[in-house]
């Protein structure tokens, strides 16, 4: 069996306007404006225009045409399958309608990208990627590479920088008493109470003053010399490695502190106590 025809909507119904005539006289009516209808139904005022106008080759395509006008005469309360009908009349179509809903108008109907756009933003992409595999591969350098050792030199003059600089004497005056030879008056000169303090290990030491202001605080390497300004009696000394510290007044060395890896604090570095557990220090047995 054939399926049934569907009744034909237009039966008794004649006009002469277009559909899209027929669309702006029901607007107009409901005192509505073109943009009023295109926030309604989501369908852009050029597009609704085109079809008040008749210039329906101007819309996207014939299902987005159909969807446009089905919304647009709900919205003004006509019947739309009865102005769908009409439409495809005019349109010299026998195509029985379908039910159809409105898409919503694209917001950029055409989404490709200008060639000389496209070619920046690859252009820039391609500078971000190079930028970043430069900063890795340097990264990786960095942390593969090891940290060069201090050249001797540069120790020597670090020591050189905390020793006081030298003096050169003064003429002495011709002594009348010619049995004193330059010996024997060097020898009776007294003594200046340098303290030198000498690493001969890794050492870690903060110096300070009786008001705790610190006066020296650093790492010596091995061989390295601070030499305590003479005449400061007030300094105390914490030291991270008792047994890398070699403790000299005028030239003659002290006992080591204590051992290897022990901290002590509170060092007093006046000369004349350190003289005094020199004296009263162990002599080591022969």
Known sequence: MSPKSKPDPLIGFKT????????????????????????????????????????LELLPGRIYALGFIKAYAELVELDSTKLLALLKRQAGEKIAPKNVTPAPSPVLEDFTLPTGKMFSIIFILF????????????????????IPTVPKDLI??????????????????????????????LGNAPATNQVVLKAIDNVWLEIKDSKKVTVFSRALAVGEEYWIPVGKNDLTMTLGNAGGLQISVDGQALPLLGKTGQVIRKVSL??????????????PAM
């Open 127 to 146: 500078i971000v990627v190079f930028i970043f595999k430069s900063h890795y591969d340097g990264s990786n350098y960095l942390m593969e590479e090891q």
């Open 16 to 55: 002469d306007l277009t559909v899209g005539d027929i669309l702006r006289r029901a607007r107009l009516k409901k005192k509505l404006t073109i943009q009023d209808v295109e926030s309604s139904i989501r369908v852009s005022a050029q597009h609704l225009t085109a079809i008040e106008e008749n210039r």
């Open 270 to 283: 006046d000369a004349e106590k350190l003289k005094q557990s020199l004296k009263i220090a162990p002599k």
């Open 156 to 185: 020597t003059q670090t020591t050189l920088l905390s020793k006081p600089e030298k003096v050169e004497p003064k003429p002495i005056a011709p002594v009348n008493n010619t049995a004193s030879s330059l010996t024997e008056f």
